[in-house]
């Protein structure tokens, strides 16, 4: 109850007018910003950093809890329009939100997306007002060899399962690890694979990567197929209302609870952000729709533009950016870009976030978590009302449509860096991505071993560091073990699942033989 107490006195401080004016220009510039390929919230936060010196500290963090929120809201507008995410956190859905798009159910998906979006920012902010002695006690749990196995488990997760061909999702996996090492050793210092070019000593920025393989690569899968019998549909006319069908809630209510589900405890631990968490949300949602199509339960829509794809990995996004809040007040600990920069504001302002920052800026603290409900309401009524006219730019004919992602994506990847290399190497791995649809490669497991591979190569020297070299150290607590066998009883549960539906389509094809031998 004394939390709620501190809560409703935050909620006082935060609905004067001033600081909800400062809560809705943060909330508006997020999504703005968010929307553009490139330029995520963190970029958003480190301008906004020499702004609001001249502001109150209240009202300076609320503008930055806005920016933070929007960020994440902005971003899965152009992922699902223009299969362009505005930062990584939305890579996942533009899996299933690009292909609810083309088939004209733009302003589900967005609507879709930002009802997710709402559901986790509430849920994981309610958990970090009521639970954050929990959550910290969870971060604490976890040293190299877990950040490791949380790596392992992602990759597995993203190119053996749920890619649909396992050769092909290893494959991709091998490519995105690849990408990953080029650049200067974090540890060592030695330089690899970047045959001598200055500009690749910091390895391949993931916006660049991300732009590349997902828009360049879609553009040119599309201008390369424009006139020919194959050619990819062109985007359909919008169909409908933002308002989602009793159909539609009953898939989309159980993925926003279990994509919330994933993303929560993803907050507080820095293993990249909120990349695992919606990835997992994906395949979980994916391997579930499968399963209810083998028991004539439900349509198994993935590939085509299913609606859960959609709503579970925002929710994730969401739920882990509000448990990441929670850990740089109550630990100090920023497990993301963004609140890596909005620590650096709280030490700007001479505060330090952890555990005795609720004792000396008590207020602060409550009115800064009081203002991200705010923040998301406000996110929710402006992107569910203006879904349908964010939609409309599909209406957009397609050549001036995908000159213009061409073009903002090379204004993103540009803006990043200012370098001319990066165009050079979104040329390059475009054309990467273009093969890869054109065989078949999935492009998940790429994205997500460029992301974590880093992470994942750190975390496994600096535990084989600690314990000089011995490798059970990589299995010696039981987060580990429990991550292991979980990873080990999703493959046997795949593989059975896999010789079952083998030997269903070789009775299913029997008596078809008979059949066509007795026509004879």
Do not use: C
């Not at 910003?33 to 919230?41: E, I």
């Amino acid at each position: 109850m004394e939390a709620l107490d501190h809560l409703l006195t935050g909620f006082g401080a935060a609905l004067t007018p001033e600081n909800l004016l400062w809560a809705l220009l943060g909330v508006l510039l997020g999504t703005a910003v968010g929307v553009l390929p490139g330029l995520g919230s963190s970029m958003a936060v480190a301008l906004l950093l020499p702004v609001t010196f001249s502001l109150d500290p209240v009202g300076a963090f609320i503008m930055f809890a806005g920016v933070y929120y929007g960020g994440l809201f902005g971003d899965s507008t152009a992922a699902i329009l223009m299969n362009t995410p505005g930062q990584s956190s939305a890579i996942a859905t533009t899996f299933e939100g690009h292909k609810m798009a083309l088939r004209g159910r733009a302003p589900q998906a967005l609507a879709t997306a930002a009802i997710g979006a709402f559901m986790g920012a509430i849920l994981s902010t309610t958990v970090v007002v009521f639970f954050s002695p929990a959550i910290i006690e969870l971060a604490l749990q976890f040293g190299p060899a877990e950040y490791f196995a949380l790596a392992v488990f992602a990759f597995i997760a993203t190119s053996a399962v749920v890619s649909e061909s396992m050769v092909r999702g290893l494959i991709a996996l091998g490519i995105g690890l690849t990408i990953s090492v080029v650049g200067i050793d974090t540890l060592s210092g030695a330089e690899r694979f970047t045959l001598g070019v200055p500009q690749l000593f910091e390895g391949f920025s993931i916006i660049t990567v991300t732009v590349a393989l997902l828009a360049i690569g879609e553009v040119l899968h599309v201008a390369g197929r424009m006139h020919t019998p194959d050619a990819p549909m062109s985007p359909a006319r919008n169909t409908g209302t933002p308002w989602l069908k009793g159909a539609d809630l009953r898939r989309t209510i159980p993925a926003w609870l279990r994509g919330t589900a994933f993303g929560l405890p993803f907050g507080v631990i820095p293993s990249g952000g909120s990349e695992i968490p919606t990835f997992l949300a994906y395949g979980s949602e994916k391997r579930l729709a499968a399963r209810r199509a083998r028991l004539g339960k439900g349509p198994d829509e993935f590939g085509k533009g299913a609606i859960e794809g959609v709503a579970a990995p925002e929710a994730a996004g969401s739920a882990t950016a509000g448990t990441a809040m929670g850990a740089l007040l109550g630990l100090g600990l920023p497990t993301s870009a963004t609140a890596a920069i909005m620590l650096a504001a709280f030490q700007q302002y001479g505060m330090q976030p952890g555990p005795l920052l609720f004792e000396r800026n008590g207020d602060l603290v409550w009115t800064l978590l009081a203002s991200l409900f705010i923040g998301s309401i406000m996110l929710f009524i402006l992107n569910l009302f203006f879904a349908p006219q964010w939609a409309k730019l599909l209406l957009i004919p397609k050549p001036y449509l995908y000159a213009g992602i061409t073009v903002f994506s090379a204004l993103g990847v540009y803006a990043a860096a200012s370098s001319m290399v990066d165009l050079w190497l979104m040329l390059l791995l475009g054309l990467v991505g273009l093969m890869m649809r054109r065989y078949g490669i999935p492009l998940a497991p790429v994205l997500i071993a460029v992301i974590l591979g880093p992470v994942a190569e750190s975390e496994l020297r600096r535990a084989l560091a600690v314990s000089q070299g011995d490798v059970g150290a990589l299995f010696d607590s039981g987060i580990t073990l429990g991550i292991y066998g979980l990873l080990v009883a999703i493959g046997v549960i795949v593989a059975v699942n896999k010789v079952r539906g083998a030997r269903a389509a070789r009775a299913a094809a029997g008596p078809a033989d008979k059949e066509t031998a007795g026509a004879a």
